[in-house]
């Protein structure tokens, strides 16, 4: 089948590596140059929103998925109304607004910190008085690995930061700027740890569940995932798939859909969905029986879903920045090296290591290895109980 993918970074290489064996093939949209995706398959350059560049795609595809959410709406329900189009449009509209993804999950009875819109300086006072502080101000739309959002403190630093993230240039170019807000603000979540789950819908109505996936972050941007995550019991795993399960019904989902999650006091926060194949579920492509990759396009082409096996535990190790010495990497038994082929520059995201092992010990000796040969990382956040 003919896939189109809107976006040529490392999710849509991921994507086509897996599909191309199943025998797909990929045109891709990408306004940049020499995206990481370009070596399997056709390029279409043109912007994400460009009439002429999503005709080309329509024409080329016998289905369209996305490789990030932020994909505009209208470029998905323009696509949707010529071919199928997946995970759903109305997926997209959801992940790009921080306060309708919260209100879906508040209406299925799904828990999620405390939260409250501001839509100018008179609900400063009454969101903070519905998450108490300290509280989180985020943008609604966009914002991504710890971008657009600030902790705050006190009432004084909700509202310098609603003025700082709600700013926007006034339209007549003069370089001044005046809070236009659209921002949402966030009980701060003590929590005991991130997780994450994967689910995957497929045409039919089949659906398939990944472990549950511990994960930490450094500035705002994903270091390490370990799965199945540690102290993981079939209540926890059952209750992360009963959430994702509300929300594949809820969009008529097909396709991976990512929920990020806390952990506290017992029981799973959502924070955020992402309806896309996701960073978390990087371990996938070595340590499960079938990856997140390739269900997905199992999923959106129509083909049965693999239900994943999981022998083991695994690991994941974003590569941030820069890269390491690769033959030091490759002398690491246990070591599965993913390179985007995208150019250094700092906090970008260049490539990750995956980590199997007969067990956790033997998993997380070898995460120590690879994070020692990483320059810059810093100190390493081991998985909780391994």
Same mark, same amino acid.
């Given at each position: ?14 994507l ?5 064996? %199943? ?6 949209? @990408? ?19 460009d =009439?002429?560049?999503l005709?080309?795609?329509?024409e ?11 994909? #505009?709406?209208?470029?998905?329900? &323009?696509? +949707? ?15 790009q ?8 999950? *508040?209406?299925l009875?799904? +828990?999620t !910190?405390?939260?409250? =819109?501001?839509?100018?300086?008179g609900?400063? @006072?009454?969101a ?5 502080? =300290? ?8 914002? &991504? ?6 902790? $705050?403190?006190?009432? @004084? ?6 003025e700082r993230?709600?700013?926007? =240039? ?14 949402? +603000? ?5 929590? @005991? /740890? ?15 569940f &990944?472990? %549950? ?6 500035e705002?941007?994903? *270091?390490?995932?370990?799965a #199945? ?6 209540? %926890?795993?059952? +209750? ?5 399960g509300?929300?594949l ?48 396009? *199992?999923a959106?082409?129509?083909? !049965?879903?693999?239900?994943?096996? $999981?022998?083991?535990?695994?690991a ?19 070591a599965h090296?993913?390179?985007y082929?995208?150019?250094p /520059? !700092?906090? *970008? ?11 956790e ?13 990483? #320059? ?11």
């Amino acid at each position: 089948m003919r896939v189109g993918v809107l976006g040529g970074g490392q999710l849509a290489r991921m994507l086509a590596l897996e599909g191309v064996p %199943l025998g797909h093939s990929f045109t891709i949209l @990408e306004p940049g140059t020499d995206p990481p995706a370009a070596a399997l398959g056709s390029v279409v350059a043109a912007a994400y929103d460009d =009439p002429d560049g999503l005709r080309r795609v329509a024409e080329a595809s016998d289905v369209v998925t996305y490789e990030f959410e932020n994909v #505009p709406a209208r470029s998905a329900a &323009y696509l +949707a109304s010529r071919l199928p189009a997946l995970p759903p449009p109305v997926a997209l509209e959801v992940a790009q607004d921080r306060l309708a993804e919260k209100t879906m999950f *508040r209406e299925l009875g799904i +828990a999620t !910190p405390e939260f409250h =819109p501001i839509d100018g300086p008179g609900d400063i @006072e009454p969101a903070i008085a519905a998450t108490g502080l =300290p509280a989180v101000i985020k943008t609604r739309t966009l914002g &991504y690995d710890g971008k657009g959002q600030a902790v $705050v403190r006190t009432t @004084e630093e909700a509202a310098a930061a609603a003025e700082r993230l709600g700013a926007e =240039p006034v339209a007549n170019g003069s370089g001044r700027y005046g809070a236009v807000y659209g921002l949402i +603000a966030e009980a701060f979540v003590h929590f @005991e /740890r991130e997780l994450s789950v994967l689910a995957v819908a497929g045409r039919d109505g089949s659906r398939a569940f &990944y472990p %549950l996936t511990e994960n930490h972050h450094r500035e705002g941007i994903l *270091r390490t995932s370990y799965a #199945p995550a540690p102290r993981l019991n079939g209540a %926890l795993q059952a +209750a992360g798939e009963r959430l994702a399960g509300l929300v594949l019904d809820r969009l008529g989902y097909v396709g991976v859909l990512a929920i990020e999650l806390f952990e506290a006091e017992g029981r799973l926060l959502a924070n955020e969905i992402a309806p896309r194949v996701h960073n978390s579920g990087h371990w996938t492509l070595d340590g499960a029986s079938t990856s997140q990759f390739e269900n997905h396009i *199992r999923a959106v082409t129509g083909m !049965p879903l693999a239900p994943p096996r $999981v022998a083991g535990p695994s690991a994941m190790v974003n590569l941030i920045g820069e890269v390491p010495d690769v033959n030091a990497l490759a002398a690491i038994p246990g070591a599965h090296i993913h390179l985007y082929h995208k150019t250094p /520059r !700092p906090g *970008r995201k260049l490539g990750h290591v995956n980590v199997t092992g007969d067990c956790e010990e033997a998993v997380m000796e070898t995460v120590e290895r690879v994070w020692a040969l990483l #320059p810059g990382a810093g100190e390493l956040t081991r998985a909780t109980a391994w």
